[in-house]
């Protein structure tokens, strides 16, 4: 059996941790914005352009309202699907 392995400090331990664990890390909330912000302007051009596939209505004045509308709209989507 491996022996544990000694770090000098907690604070390497823990690095050593969080990066063997990386996939279990939730995504920062930075990220999570500046994705909602993008899919929020692409959705803004595509309504625009008349070629969006969803409903016009999900666009809202701010990406986390459309993020929410969005949401919903899948939600709904998806349990109506599994009812049938």
Same mark, same amino acid.
Not at 34 to 49: C, D, G, K
Not at 52 to 69: C, F, I, V
């Given at each position: ?6 770090? !000098?400090?907690? !604070? ?9 664990? #990386? ?27 008349? #070629? ?22 899948? #939600? ?9």
């Amino acid at each position: 059996m491996p022996q544990a392995k000694v770090y !000098a400090t907690n !604070a390497e331990r823990q690095a050593s941790y969080r990066a063997r664990h #990386r996939d279990r890390e939730p995504a920062r909330q930075s990220v999570l914005a500046n994705r909602a912000l993008t899919l929020h302007e692409w959705m803004s051009r595509a309504v625009q352009e008349g #070629r969006s596939p969803w409903p016009a209505e999900l666009l809202a004045t701010r990406a986390d309202e459309t993020m929410l509308k969005l949401i919903r709209y899948l #939600r709904t989507s998806v349990e109506g699907e599994e009812e049938s």
